[in-house]
């Protein structure tokens, strides 16, 4: 089942505001599940396992009300059991179909009685209104994998105020940038009303709508129309786009791709959420927004309107799955026949156990998942509504997961204030699972943080929250103090993810709450509350409106300079919040307010300090190249132009006794410096280098020859060296903060065994800071740690591949920012560069293969075009060839001249 809602704010918010305290909202007594309730508990098991394989295909609630209308047993022993199931007149349904989508499937659809609304192969995806009682004819399809009931779309609801709340205002008139150049779009439900906002003015009359996809027609509320008007409002001079989100799931991920690519859209921004999308992993939604942001869009999403724990709203509780040691088995069942009942899970609190979860405000639909990945779930979990005397069941989810199914159970009438809400481990034969029940805005009274979910939570969005402009000057228009606060309705993080969009666990063999990977969610903050003239959003309230602030200072940030990098425009974005809430970073505002005007007038990080930049001597933008002789310790250096040796540069001889551990530029003149270190003493010394000649040699710190160098990359972004050392023999990690030649802090890092290595530092996510890059060969696993400084942040699974497979190097293919990897297969010489846009995999490149007589010997920018090279190394013969590359692909290859005998490159 699919419903979907946009983040407008509803004022029945007001009526479930309460106190929270240690994730109980409020008190309530708790209730032992009825012998009653049991009885009816069990028919409804009853009924769900004697389900045909072609039933199983179908949705529990679409079963029972077929089987309502044929006067099925259940609902005699289930006298108040509801489906929720909306039937026309002509006993047709609307359902959303996965399938293999080919013409014969379309063609029996409409051969059953049917009418095909839309369908994206693509997605496996047809949405259809159907007879309900041919449901079961269309299911024995062996094309057909699941049968749902489709979405029914919920709305939760002059210049705005946030234009001065966000200084864009002061930035237009200060900096003379009004958004010209770029191209913002919105997703919602319509655009109803656009032509009277037109009329008077407070929208332009070209606005680029995806053809089809205005949303008019449908009886919607034309809140795209009023996210329209803000993003005007901000950046009165960019170009506007929009496009439906409410057709279907698979439509709005269409929608988001073509925005990008026939729309040309720079800025997306959304605000709308299907209850169906996965939270523990990216589904097709999310997967569409990391596609526009590796392309280049920056994409902002409402967090969302269901509360958060601070404020006493939550309508989430998520953890592990607890068996309380209750059974929905009755003295009345046999033990020894018993195969349909389950356990209970017990929610924990305070105190005691809670077998049932009470809702505190209407929750117009309640949704349970489980970590499992979607389409490949064997654990069954069950969810039922009961009343609060937990005598009466109103509603059970009961689908089946048998392997192929998704984690999903949704009750589609939703829950009523005092109801009661209950999962059930089906058979007790699920295996533990972390859980995320969610009552969708109506307050739980054991509830907990983490309700962002689905593509609001996608890597590449910028998740927003929302405040009230009104809470600093009292109802006058004036800029955001940082004393605000974000509003009670507004949803909370982080999203803790544990599977990639495969289905592959992100950490393998730990799904429960202490496994995953934990992102900070919601990313920042922006204004509600504010004027539109669009009917029904004369002041518009919730994450809908608070989203397209912050997606209209993008659109002014690109105006500025049209080419930042979605990866610079967060770093921007969120370096220059105004903090609210929690110091510095925290799961309700995420960074803190959007600014505008600090925002415009930050500089762009430099890029990242890889390889390319490392290797410049003589700061000409272009790598030289170091060579040493092994045998009796002579340095030498090339002064490269591009691919052309213009000098060679002799520096002092240095016994073989030294190695030269890395080069990187210790004191920020932008020339590079040599980090020589002497094993069997610990000593270690830089060479300051002006140009090609060695200035001074500074003395740092011994360090035990246990310990080695494992690289030197600037991780504070203060544009100077730092070093990362490695102790392989307990797995220790130190980072000394470099000051030029000076040590200025020892940062300890987590310790790291069991096999993995470090194999290259680079700057992933384009935030100017270095990451780390570790691999283990054993497994071919591959991990990036996000730094932050001296801090991991984050620890990002990108594959396993193969053990034959090494890394040779990472350096800046495509002119992005970010560090790419180069992988060179050992047996068959076979080369790939992997694309990364920050810690995704975009695309895998391969090159010609090379002989193994053939060693790459430095990825580095030899020709000043902001893009890595490659230098090959034959040791047998001394030769040498840079490969010139033009982003992924060898644009040339041209030698440089053989070095025989001992002479290696550095």
């Known amino acids: 089942m699919n419903r979907l809602i946009s983040f407008t704010a509803v004022s029945a918010f007001a009526l479930i505001l309460a106190s929270a305290t240690f994730g109980t909202t409020a008190v309530a007594q708790e209730r032992v599940l009825s012998d009653s309730a049991k009885r009816q508990i069990e028919a409804v098991m009853q009924e769900k396992a004697s389900r045909t394989p072609v039933q199983r295909k179908i949705s529990s609630h679409l079963l029972y009300e077929m089987k309502r209308q044929r006067g099925h047993a259940m609902f005699q022993a289930v006298p108040a059991l509801r489906s929720g199931v909306k039937v026309d007149r002509a006993g047709r349904t609307m359902v959303d179909i996965k399938a293999e989508v080919t013409e014969g499937l379309l063609r ?11 369908s994206f192969p693509q997605f496996q995806a047809v949405r259809a209104s159907m007879p309900l009682m041919q449901l079961e004819a269309l299911a024995g399809s062996s094309q057909v994998m699941s049968v749902r009931p489709a979405a029914r779309a919920m709305t939760n609801k002059n210049t705005s105020e946030g234009d001065i709340a966000h200084g864009a205002a002061l930035a237009r008139l200060g900096l003379s940038i009004d958004g010209t150049g770029a191209k913002v779009c919105v997703l919602s439900d319509s655009v109803d009303h656009l032509a009277s906002v037109q009329a008077t003015g407070d929208l332009p009359a070209d606005i680029d709508i995806l053809l089809g996809q205005d949303g008019l027609g449908l009886g919607l509320t034309g809140e795209g129309t009023a996210m329209l008007e803000i993003v005007h409002d901000l950046a009165p001079g960019a170009e506007l786009g929009f496009a439906t989100a409410f057709a279907s799931p698979a439509s709005f991920a269409q929608n988001i791709l073509d925005l990008r690519s026939v729309a040309g859209c720079d800025v997306i921004v959304d605000d709308v959420i299907w209850f169906n999308e996965p939270v523990f992993q990216d589904g097709i939604i999310a997967q569409a927004v990391d596609t526009v942001v590796a392309d280049g869009a920056v994409y902002f999403s409402s967090a969302g309107n269901f509360g958060n724990l601070n404020d006493g709203t939550s309508s989430v509780w998520e953890g592990d799955y607890a068996d309380s040691g209750e059974s929905t088995a009755g003295d009345f069942v046999d033990p020894d026949s018993n195969t349909t009942s389950g356990r209970i899970h017990d929610f924990g609190a305070l105190v005691g156990t809670n077998t049932s979860n009470q809702v505190l405000g209407l929750a117009p639909v309640v949704t349970l998942q489980w970590s499992d990945p979607f389409g490949a779930s064997a654990n069954d979990y069950d969810l039922c509504v009961l009343n609060d005397a937990m005598t009466l069941v109103f509603e059970c989810s009961t689908n089946s997961q048998t392997g192929t199914e998704d984690p999903f159970e949704f009750l589609f009438a939703g829950a009523f204030p005092n109801d009661r809400l209950v999962v059930i481990n ?49 109802g006058v228009p004036c800029a955001f103090a940082g004393t605000e606060s974000v509003e009670g309705f507004s949803s909370d993080g982080p999203r803790r993810v544990f599977f990639n969009p495969d289905g592959t666990e992100i950490t393998l063999g730990d799904v429960s709450a202490t496994g995953g990977e934990l992102r900070q969610k919601p990313d920042i903050a922006a204004a509600d509350g504010v004027s539109t003239a669009t009917p029904g959003f004369g002041t518009f309230f919730g994450t809908s409106a608070a989203a397209p602030h912050a997606a209209a200072i993008a659109g002014l940030m690109l105006s500025q300079d049209p080419l930042l990098t979605p990866a610079q425009i967060r770093d921007m974005l969120t370096t220059t919040a105004l903090d609210i809430e929690g110091l510095g970073v925290d799961r309700d505002s995420g960074f803190g307010i959007a600014d505008a005007f600090a925002a415009l007038g930050a500089t762009p990080p430099p890029p990242g300090t890889g390889p390319a930049v490392a290797l410049d001597f003589n700061a000409d933008s272009m790598a030289d190249i170091v060579w040493r002789n092994t045998s009796n310790g002579a340095t030498v250096m090339w002064q490269m132009n591009g691919f052309v040796m213009q000098a060679a540069q002799p520096l002092d001889p240095v016994p073989t006794a030294w190695k030269v551990e890395d080069i990187g530029d210790f004191d920020g003149d932008g020339k590079a410096d040599i980090l020589w270190r002497k094993p069997s003493t610990g000593a270690n010394v830089i060479w300051q280098m002006d140009g090609f000649t060695m200035v001074a040699a500074a003395q740092i710190q011994n360090v035990g020859s246990d310990w080695t160098v494992a690289g030197v990359a600037d991780f504070d972004g203060d544009g100077k060296a730092d070093i990362l050392w490695r102790k392989p023999s307990t797995g220790a990690n130190v980072i000394w903060q470099m000051d030029g030649f000076t040590l200025v802090a020892a940062a300890q890092i987590d310790p790291v065994g069991g096999g993995w290595a470090i194999k290259g530092l680079g700057d992933f996510n384009g935030d100017g800071r270095s990451d780390i890059l570790w691999r283990k060969s054993s497994t071919g696993a591959t991990v990036v740690w996000q730094m932050d400084g001296f801090t991991r942040v984050a620890g990002a699974s990108i594959g396993n591949v193969g053990g034959a497979w090494k890394v040779e190097g990472l350096g800046d293919f495509d002119g992005g920012g970010q560090a790419d990897i180069l992988w060179r297969n050992s047996s068959t010489g076979k080369i790939v560069i992997w694309q990364m846009n920050g810690f995704t995999l975009v695309a895998a490149a391969p090159l010609e293969s090379v002989s193994s007589s053939w060693l790459v010997a430095r990825v580095a920018d030899y020709n000043g075009g902001g893009q890595s090279d490659i230098l090959w190394n034959k040791p047998s013969t001394g030769a040498n060839v840079v490969w010139q590359m033009s982003g992924l692909t060898r644009a040339a290859g041209q030698s440089i001249g053989s070095v025989t005998g001992s002479w290696r490159v550095q």
């Open 108 to 118: 029996r659809i409409e051969q059953l009685g049917g009418s095909v609304v839309n």
């Open 426 to 474: 089906r058979g007790n034969t699920a295996a533990p699972r972390y859980l995320h029940m969610n009552a969708i805005g109506g307050a739980l009274t054991i509830a907990t943080a983490g309700q962002t979910w689905g593509h609001s939570a996608a890597k590449g969005a910028f998740s927003v929250a929302a405040v009230d402009w009104a809470q600093t000057c009292g």
